[in-house]
Nanobody
Framework: QVQLVESGGGLVQAGGSLRLSCAAS????????MGWYRQAPGKQRELVAIITSGGSTNYADSVKGRFTISRDNAKNTVNLQMNSLKPEDTAVYYC???????????????WGQGTQVTVSS
């Protein structure tokens, strides 16, 4: 069993900052990509930012220059520093990991339970 546990969501005023953290634990053999997706009410889940084990990153255009993703491979953690938050950033944020549980099994996507981020205007 693998668990992805998020922390750090909350309520913040526009222009403020929040830091999300996610820790992966359990029977993990290796993790390729880790990242964050978000889903606002009535909208589809969308990629926010993703980082590979080698440190390559990809960001949604809407967050470039405001959000920074980082990762600790040794601890299986990923963080998202969110600055200059806007009301349109309001959503449930989900931690994502593409991982395998043993040397002879395929990678598969796993998700956290989600953490609410609310940005007031």
């Amino acid at each position: 069993q693998v668990q992805l546990v998020e922390s750090g969501g909350g309520l913040v005023q526009a222009g403020g900052s929040l830091r999300l953290s996610c820790a992966a634990s359990g029977s993990i053999f290796s993790i390729n990509a880790m990242g964050w997706y978000r889903q606002a009410p009535g909208k589809q889940r969308e990629l926010v930012a993703i980082i590979t084990s080698g440190g390559s990153t990809n960001y949604a255009d809407s967050v470039k220059g405001r959000f920074t993703i980082s990762r600790d491979n040794a601890k299986n953690t990923v963080n998202l520093q969110m600055n200059s938050l806007k009301p349109e950033d309001t959503a449930v944020y989900y931690c994502y990991a593409r991982l395998s549980t043993s040397w002879n099994t395929s990678m598969y996507p796993d998700w956290g339970q989600g953490t609410q981020v609310t940005v007031s205007s």
